[in-house]
T-cell receptor, first 115, second 116 residues
Framework: DAGVIQSPRHEVTEMGQEVTLRCKPI?????LFWYRQTMMRGLELLIY????????DSGMPEDRFSAKMPNASFSTLKIQPSEPRDSAVYFC?????????????FGEGSRLTVL | AQTVTQSQPEMSVQEAETVTLSCTYD???????LFWYKQPPSRQMILVIR??????QNATENRFSVNFQKAAKSFSLKISDSQLGDAAMYFC?????????????FGEGTQLTVNP
């Protein structure tokens, strides 16, 4: 079975450019999470969706970050304009439901470097 | 706000030996879940073991077991018969059992090295 699929795996871009990270959750999972991992702050939850609806976006650092989930099988995290401090690994994760004990499955992450 | 603390940035163990990774957390909730995730160099986060706070019995998954001390808010991971493939970053994580959301809070991580 396919796990959570993220693309691109690596991206290097210049400051000011728009970055779009993509995620395909596991089929049947209705909760989707975007995390960011940096050496300084560890793993931070940016936003999560349930049934395609954003539930909590309080972790989104600023207005330059936006996330969408147009359907149950696709989500994007966009940074516009990007800055060097956005360099991090961005993880997408999915699970069934919100409050049960179902396992959170992570993708392999997208490593973003902003020069 | 809930916090998760892993006080050991790095640990090492000899192959076939046992190692214990520490984790403490702070919460005012009475019902919650605790997790240990493993992140190998491939970066993918893999669930190692899960504990439900209302269960007194410590969770066990093959060579992995936890020592859950609810009163002390401690949740350590014991790896027995360590193998080279256990080398990874290990994250302790907490999630409250709440109806309004499902925020998973991670600790800072412990880098485990397994020496042959």
């Amino acid at each position: 079975d396919a796990g959570v699929i993220q693309s691109p795996r690596h991206e290097v871009t210049e400051m000011g450019q728009e970055v779009t990270l993509r995620c395909k959750p596991i089929s049947g999972h209705n909760s989707l999470f975007w995390y960011r991992q940096t050496m300084m702050r560890g793993l931070e939850l940016l936003i999560y969706f349930n049934n395609n609806v954003p539930i909590d976006d309080s972790g989104m650092p600023e207005d330059r970050f936006s996330a969408k989930m147009p359907n149950a099988s696709f989500s994007t995290l966009k940074i516009q304009p990007s800055e060097p401090r956005d360099s991090a690994v961005y993880f997408c994760a999915s699970k069934i439901g919100l409050v049960n004990t179902g396992e959170l499955f992570f993708g392999e992450g997208s490593r973003l470097t902003v020069l | 706000a809930q916090t998760v603390t892993q006080s050991q940035p790095e640990m090492s163990v000899q192959e076939a030996e046992t190692v214990t990774l520490s984790c403490t957390y702070d919460t005012s909730e009475s019902d919650y879940y605790l997790f240990w995730y493993k992140q190998p160099p491939s970066r993918q986060m893999i669930l190692v073991i899960r504990q439900e706070a209302y269960k007194q019995q410590n969770a066990t998954e093959n060579r992995f077991s936890v020592n859950f001390q609810k009163a002390a808010k401690s949740f350590s991971l014991k790896i027995s018969d360590s193998q080279l493939g256990d080398a990874a970053m290990y994250f302790c994580a907490y999630r409250a059992r709440e109806t309004s959301g499902s925020r998973l809070t991670f600790g800072e991580g412990t880098q485990l090295t397994v020496n042959p």
